[in-house]
C-alpha cells in the first residue's frame, strides 16, 4: 500500500501542473501516455509475439488522432477506416496475425487512441476544469468502490474478472464519485452551464467501472495481472488510465449531445 501510495503520489505531481498549465506541457505529456499505451497494448501479445512492424502500424494511427481533428473529441471517422483497412491487410502476409489478433489491434488501438485524443482536445477546447472533472468522477468512483468493498463488501461483483470487486463496492463508487464530481462541478461553475453535467457526472461513475473491467478482461485473456511494470503497485500506464480512457468517451458524447 505505501509503494502504491507513494507512485499516486509522485504522478500527482506530474500530472496535475501539466493539466493545469497546459500548452506544450500537456502536449508532451499526452505524448508520452500513447507512446507507452502502444508498447503495454502490444506488448502482451505474446503467444507468440507480435511483430514489430505492428508498432510502427499503430504508432502511425496514434500520430494521426494526435495530429488530426483537433476541433472534435472524436478522432477521424476516415483515419479509423484507413487504421481498419492496414490491420486486416496484415492477415494477408503475417502468418501469426489472424483476425482474433487483428481485431484485438483494431479495437484496443481504437479506444485507447480516442481516448487520448479526446483527453488532448478537452483540454485543448474545454479547460482544465472539465478534465479534472473527469478525472473525479472517475477516481472517486474508483476509491469510494475499493474503500466500501473493504469495509462492507460480500457479494461478488463479477469473479470471473476481478474477484476483489463487490457489488456495495461497486455502488459506494458510484456514490462518492458523483458527491466529489457534482460538488467540484458546482464551485467551479461548469454545473450552471447546462444540465446535461449531472446525469454525465452520475453516468461516469458507472461507466469507469466498466472500462475497467473491460481491461481487466482483456489482461484475463492474454494471462497477465498487470499490462506492465512501469508504475510501482499500479501496473502500467494502461492500468492506470483504463477507465479514464473509456470514461473521456463518455463524457464526450455528454457534451457533443448538446453542443457544448
Not at 500513447?34 to 502482451?44: K, R, T
Not at 503467444?47 to 472524436?74: E, H, K, Q, T
Not at 456495495?168 to 446535461?196: D, N, P, Q, R
Request: glycine share 10%; aromatic share 12%; proline share 2%.
Amino acid at each position: 500500500m505505501k509503494e502504491r501510495i507513494n507512485t499516486a503520489l509522485c504522478l500527482i505531481a506530474v500530472v496535475v501542473p501539466a493539466v493545469v498549465f497546459g500548452g506544450i506541457f500537456y502536449k508532451i505529456l499526452i505524448a508520452i501516455v500513447m507512446g507507452l499505451s502502444i508498447y503495454e497494448m502490444l506488448h502482451i501479445c505474446s503467444r507468440p509475439r507480435i511483430g514489430l512492424y505492428m508498432y510502427f502500424l499503430v504508432g502511425a494511427f496514434f500520430v494521426g488522432g494526435f495530429l488530426l481533428s483537433r476541433d472534435s473529441l472524436l478522432i477521424s471517422n476516415y483515419l479509423i477506416l484507413v487504421y481498419m483497412a492496414c490491420v486486416l491487410a496484415c492477415m494477408i502476409f503475417d502468418e501469426t496475425c489472424n483476425i482474433e489478433r487483428a481485431a484485438y489491434v483494431f479495437t484496443m488501438g481504437t479506444l485507447v487512441c480516442a481516448g487520448c485524443h479526446a483527453l488532448l482536445v478537452m483540454r485543448l477546447s474545454y479547460g482544465w476544469e472539465y478534465l479534472l472533472l473527469l478525472a473525479i468522477a472517475t477516481f472517486g468512483s474508483d476509491t469510494g468502490a475499493y474503500f466500501t468493498g473493504m469495509a462492507i463488501g460480500k457479494h461478488k461483483l463479477i469473479p470471473r474478472l476481478s474477484p476483489k470487486k463487490t457489488i456495495e463496492g461497486s455502488i459506494g463508487g458510484i456514490i462518492l464519485g458523483s458527491v466529489l464530481g457534482l460538488i467540484f462541478a458546482y464551485f467551479t461553475g461548469i454545473l450552471a452551464k447546462h444540465w446535461i453535467i449531472v446525469p454525465a457526472v452520475i453516468v461516469m461513475t458507472l461507466t469507469g467501472q466498466i472500462g475497467d473491467l473491460i481491461f481487466s478482461a482483456i489482461k484475463r485473456y492474454f494471462e497477465v495481472k498487470d499490462y506492465s511494470k512501469l508504475l510501482p503497485g499500479h501496473g502500467g500506464i494502461l492500468d492506470r488510465i483504463d477507465s479514464l480512457t473509456y470514461n473521456v468517451l463518455i463524457f464526450s458524447f455528454f457534451l457533443m449531445i448538446v453542443g457544448l
